[in-house]
């Protein structure tokens, strides 16, 4: 099991056993847990060594169902709440509505595009607000709303105004944003409203919906200036990830060879001899292994912490002397 396709096969089979990823899922609101595997690959993984123990995966796919972006949502209270691995994000979750429908909510994050697509409402989403993928362009013809977190510090609607005018331009119909209603809260988004509904065929949810998208308004473009930013003062610590070429430093202790956009070599942290399956992704800079029961990935210093057994500290420290 030494791919992708067959690592997330593994997370979805593990997803239809496990007990506490399961109950997760339902206080979010889901209570057909198979819908979710079957119809998105929803998985979750338990293997204590894997980059996601701990982590309900949601995998997207490009337009050929190639695995090119994993993306995971703690369910045992860890830190961080998210997890990241693969390529550059160039494409939605569940990327492939938009070429079946005409009318699309844009929403953040897969939770969010779940719960609508639940109720059968098309439903695309993006990784937060600053993810919007390169290839939006596939958006033009469409009439799309977006329907983005409701928070007190307005970083929602911030969001939402900022992608309408990304999307402006290249879209022929029409562009709205809805708001959702925070009722005195800090924040409300899509999923809080879904997992609140606690009828069996969320009606209510879906009622409240219907509302809300009714109430959405028509983004009108407002060319703003550029915004200056202040000079902050740049520290080792903070900018260790724009210092160092994961692809350098891996490649004394990997051999790598280019696979289409990848880098690919044999895994040093198990037994591997016939596929490698130890991926590293120049442009996140992050790595990641797909081979059976090994699953180790991370950054840079997360692959000199497992090589050397370092703190953080002594991994920062080790790339300042030798690199």
């Not at 997760?24 to 338990?46: A, H, N, W």
């Amino acid at each position: 099991m030494n791919n992708p396709l067959s690592k997330i096969n593994s997370y979805k089979k593990e997803l239809y056993k496990n007990k506490e990823a399961r109950d997760y899922l339902r206080t979010r609101g889901f209570e057909d847990i198979d819908f979710l595997i079957e119809e998105f690959s929803v998985g979750c993984c338990s293997d204590s060594g894997d980059f996601y123990c701990g982590y309900i995966t949601f995998p997207i796919f490009d337009l050929d169902n190639n695995p090119v972006y994993m993306t995971g949502r703690n369910f045992k209270n860890l830190e961080p709440s998210h997890k990241h691995i693969g390529s550059s994000i160039n494409y939605f979750f569940n990327h492939n509505d938009i070429f079946y429908e005409d009318d699309l909510i844009l929403v953040e994050g897969c939770l969010d595009a779940l719960s609508l697509l639940y109720i059968g409402l098309p439903s695309i989403g993006i990784l937060g607000v600053n993810n919007l993928p390169e290839n939006y362009i596939d958006l033009k013809d469409k009439n799309i709303i977006i329907l983005f977190d409701s928070d007190k510090n307005e970083a929602g609607r911030i969001g939402a105004e900022k992608i309408a005018d990304m999307l402006y331009s290249t879209i022929t119909r029409s562009v709205k944003i809805a708001k959702i209603p925070r009722h005195n809260k800090d924040k409300m988004d899509v999923n809080m409203l879904f997992s609140a509904d606690k009828t069996k065929d969320k009606t209510e949810f879906e009622d409240k919906i219907y509302r809300i998208l009714d109430n959405a308004k028509e983004h009108v473009f407002v060319s703003r200036p550029p915004t200056i930013k202040k000079k902050t003062h740049r520290t080792y610590t903070d900018n260790w990830k724009n210092d160092y070429d994961i692809v350098k430093i891996i490649n004394d202790y990997v051999s790598l060879e280019s696979e289409g956009n990848l880098l690919r070599g044999f895994c040093p942290f198990h037994n591997e001899s016939n596929s490698p399956s130890f991926t590293v992704y120049e442009d996140t800079q992050s790595f990641y292994c797909w081979g059976a029961g090994c699953g180790v990935g991370g950054t840079i210093i997360d692959f000199l912490i497992l090589q050397y057994d370092f703190s953080f500290k002594k991994a920062l420290e080790f790339l300042r002397i030798n690199y």
